[in-house]
């Protein structure tokens, strides 16, 4: 064989080998499971900004995750699932009709408020007392606070140990108003603010309505707790 005529035939042996292998790569580029997974990371990421997604789908049966599909349906969980788990259906409509399940884990690492040290029953969280510390949310499924302006000015419902995940739970609003406080009634007027002085029947936190006795009329009225010795008789705070 002339040396023409064998770097003819190589060619055409490596032409035939590419031509056979790049329909398996683009098919493997386009499974069911690769699929799934860009959409949920990309889907989680939108929703949860500042978050590192992981997904981890179960294994599924080859002969659906290569099966060919030109109008997938993906329905799509707007909240993260407790415990990050859930169960697909997904519905393929072209070139045929077809569908299965598919069970998948997401992994959501953000940092989430911690205490920093133990805070008694009924304190004030200061900035001091928190810390952050990266957790998977997907499985805090009591709730959790990403931003320190959230937790800071609440106070403990119960004495907390250092190294406590905070949730909505375990604190409270503090109160602004104590019983038996002296307190600044605001109340509106004809568009005019008038001001007048008051006694706290009630504790209050912010935007809570509770009793109050106007100083001058005597007359006990309900209003609504603006800040800290400030209550307003409508619920403009």
């Avoid at 590419?18 to 990309?42: D, G, H, Y």
């Amino acid at each position: 064989m002339s040396f023409i005529r064998l770097i003819f035939v190589v060619g055409i042996i490596q032409i035939l080998f590419s031509s056979f292998m790049l329909p398996a790569k683009v098919f493997a580029a386009n499974s069911l499971q690769s699929i799934v997974t860009q959409r949920l990371e990309a889907h989680f990421a939108k929703r949860l900004p500042q978050t590192d997604i992981t997904i981890d789908i179960n294994s599924i049966n080859e002969g659906v995750n290569h099966r060919k599909c030109t109008n997938l349906s993906i329905p799509i969980p707007k909240q993260l699932p407790p415990g990050g788990r859930i169960t697909l259906r997904i519905a393929c409509t072209a070139p045929q009709t077809w569908y299965t399940y598919v069970a998948a884990k997401v992994i959501a690492i953000a940092p989430v408020a911690y205490t920093s040290r133990a805070i008694a029953k009924g304190s004030s969280i200061s900035a001091s007392d928190i810390r952050f510390v990266k957790d998977n949310i997907a499985t805090l499924n009591r709730g959790y606070f990403r931003d320190p302006a959230q937790v800071v000015g609440l106070k403990a419902r119960r004495s907390l140990s250092p190294n406590t995940v905070l949730t909505p739970q375990l604190l409270e609003a503090a109160l602004l108003v104590n019983k038996g406080d002296s307190v600044i009634i605001q109340a509106n007027a004809s568009g005019l603010m008038i001001r007048t002085q008051g006694i706290a029947l009630e504790d209050g936190s912010l935007g809570e309505q509770i009793d109050v006795i106007n100083s001058r009329s005597q007359k006990v009225i309900r209003a609504y707790v603006l800040r800290r010795g400030i209550v307003s008789t409508t619920a403009a705070y």
